[in-house]
């Protein structure tokens, strides 16, 4: 594409912000165009701030996917839920997520508070309006309204994409004049490794019961890029031994599973075909330990 005149560009950041769930990262990879950020039905899927970029004529948006936010009581939770309010603050647009089926809910109770007592101006979506009947909206965009903090409200299915493209063409309305941060191909910020462990994490959280997704973390630890394919190595990481039985799974039937199926999206993302092997490894207190903060841009000490 033509890139537009320095000065006919317009940019911005966009924060995605809302409880677990509501569906944050399927918006922004529906924004976006393309798989950025990955999706689950369990709760804290995302775990740091994640950057997606859309272009459109002369604008250019940083749409940021964040932690879901919640009261939080341990470290890691406690630094997710801290990275998502920093973004909130450092971002030109701030975008809330409300659930239409859960509505006000304990969590966005919390930021609601939270919003308000810093009058933080937001637009608002509620999403996942396909879920209820549209006549049961009503009361909750009234209630909400009430709030005083929204600028504009969207009804929309991040899901189906109903409603979608009217936030992003009022998104792309708002963005000031400003320089492009971004190449106009690029599509998100997080490096290949990286995205890749998301992938994994991805096939075992829609796998694993109970707690057992929150304990673990998955690592890239070697990546080869050949001509024809790619060569991926990865730790998932486990808290105690007994959990590692668990993603194991009986003869390895699990940890089979999860690695096909993030090896076949690895090759559609990457369009290579994809040789990955998963290894499995005890690392009591990874939650604690600083060097997972870091590699994920988190703070250890909040
Ligand atoms: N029916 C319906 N489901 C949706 C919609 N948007 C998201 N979902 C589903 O809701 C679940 C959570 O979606 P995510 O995008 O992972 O939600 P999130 O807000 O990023 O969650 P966290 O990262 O855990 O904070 C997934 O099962 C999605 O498929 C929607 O518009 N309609
Ligand atoms: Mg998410």
């Known amino acids: 594409m033509n890139l537009p005149l320095l000065s006919d560009q317009h940019f911005a950041f966009v924060a995605v912000l809302g409880a677990p769930n509501v569906g944050k990262s399927t918006l922004v990879n529906r924004l976006v165009g393309s798989k950025v950020s990955i999706v689950s039905p369990k709760v804290q899927t995302t775990r740091s701030r994640i950057r997606g970029i859309l272009v459109e004529g002369t604008t250019q948006l940083v749409l940021v996917d964040t932690p879901g936010i919640f009261k939080a009581g341990r470290r890691f939770d406690r630094a997710m839920v801290a990275s998502a309010w920093t973004e909130a603050e450092e971002s030109d647009i701030r975008l809330l997520?409300?659930?239409?089926?859960?509505?006000?809910?304990?969590?966005?109770?919390?930021?609601?508070?939270?919003?308000?007592?810093?009058?933080?101006?937001?637009?608002?979506?509620?999403?996942?309006?396909?879920?209820?009947?549209?006549?049961?909206?009503?009361?909750?965009?009234?209630?909400?309204?009430?709030?005083?903090?929204?600028?504009?409200?969207?009804?929309?299915?991040?899901?189906?994409?109903?409603?979608?493209?009217?936030?992003?063409?009022?998104?792309?309305?708002?963005a000031p004049k400003g320089f492009w941060m971004f190449p106009d191909d690029q599509l998100s910020d997080l490096p290949n490794r990286l995205f890749a462990a998301e992938i994994t994490r991805e096939k075992l959280m829609m796998r694993l019961q109970n707690e057992l997704p929150y304990t673990i973390a998955v690592e890239t630890t070697s990546w080869q890029e050949q001509e024809k394919s790619i060569r991926i190595e990865q730790t998932i990481f486990v808290s105690r031994d007994s959990q590692k039985s668990i993603v194991l799974g009986k003869n390895g039937s699990m940890i089979k599973a999860v690695g096909s199926a993030a090896r076949r999206e690895l090759a559609t993302l990457f369009d290579k075909p994809v040789h990955l092997f998963l290894f499995v490894k005890t690392k009591e207190n990874w939650a604690e330990d600083p060097a997972q903060y870091t590699a994920w841009g988190l703070d250890y000490n909040v």
Request: aromatic share 2%.
């Open 97 to 174: 997520i409300v659930d239409a089926k859960r509505g006000i809910d304990k969590e966005t109770g919390l930021i609601l508070k939270n919003l308000s007592k810093n009058q933080t101006k937001c637009l608002l979506a509620i999403n996942k309006i396909d879920l209820i009947p549209k006549d049961r909206l009503l009361p909750l965009i009234k209630e909400l309204d009430k709030v005083g903090l929204f600028t504009e409200i969207f009804l929309i299915s991040a899901q189906t994409g109903e409603q979608v493209e009217t936030l992003k063409q009022a998104l792309l309305n708002k």
